[in-house]
């Protein structure tokens, strides 16, 4: 039986601007499991992506709890979440988000440089995972060079390189063209059940939610039943 990772319950978030309060998220609860695909969908508005930032521990919520690995995120401080950011969770947005005078390889174990590794200590694993993603002709390259497939294959690179137990994704292929994000899909799809790692992913694709193993739907700050 699977063990639980992630659990939201009774999630709220709402911004105040000019004494004007805006509910995003109106009372969310779910759960994530070890080793599970879960997408999340819903139109633009819908506060898929608050709700993944809150999960991640980006963001805080105004009400409601989230507990990942086995901790409730209002009581960890934010030393303690960098550093399970750096070690057992991961976050891959959009835009594959690279730091532009960094090559492939360097922005791939930026994480672990900044986790004072010595690189004798991950090279083989970081070889493994550019071999598994298809970059390890790319590793030279400065990000400019690269396609936007490339860009975001080192990205995924980047947030597999930790070993993460999850990997929260939004709108992974939000960039890419129909080719380059079927592409990107299907690593996602064999990182999850060849390395088992829970991925958690916020799409506004029906096609490339059909990936996940369970899709959840958000509706005006709500999850459809």
Known sequence: MSNRILQAENVKKSYVAD???TEVLKGVSLSVDEGEFVA???????????????????DKPTEGSVTLLGRNLASVSDEDMAAMRRREISFV????????????????V??????????????????????????SARLNNLPKQLSGGEQQRV??????????????????????????????????????????????????????????SRIITIEDGLIKK
Do not use: W
């Not at 709700?51 to 991640?56: D, K, P, V």
């Not at 590794?117 to 993603?133: H, I």
């Open 40 to 58: 999340i969908v819903g139109e633009s508005g819908s506060g898929k992506s608050t709700l993944l930032y809150l999960l991640a521990g980006i």
């Open 93 to 108: 947005y959009q835009f594959d988000n690279l730091v532009p005078h960094l090559t492939a390889y360097e922005n791939i």
């Open 19 to 21: 004494s004007l309060v």
């Open 155 to 212: 990205a995924l690179a980047r947030a597999l390189v930790t070993s993460p137990k999850i990997i929260f994704l939004d709108e992974p292929t939000g960039s890419l063209d129909k080719e380059r994000g079927t592409q990107v899909m299907e690593l996602l799809k064999k990182i999850n059940e060849e390395r088992k790692v829970a991925l958690l992913m916020v799409t506004h694709s029906a096609a490339h939610s059909a990936y996940a």
């Open 110 to 135: 930026l994480p672990l440089v900044l986790d004072k590794r010595k690189e004798k200590d991950y090279r083989d694993s970081v070889s493994e995972v550019c071999d598994f993603l298809g970059i």
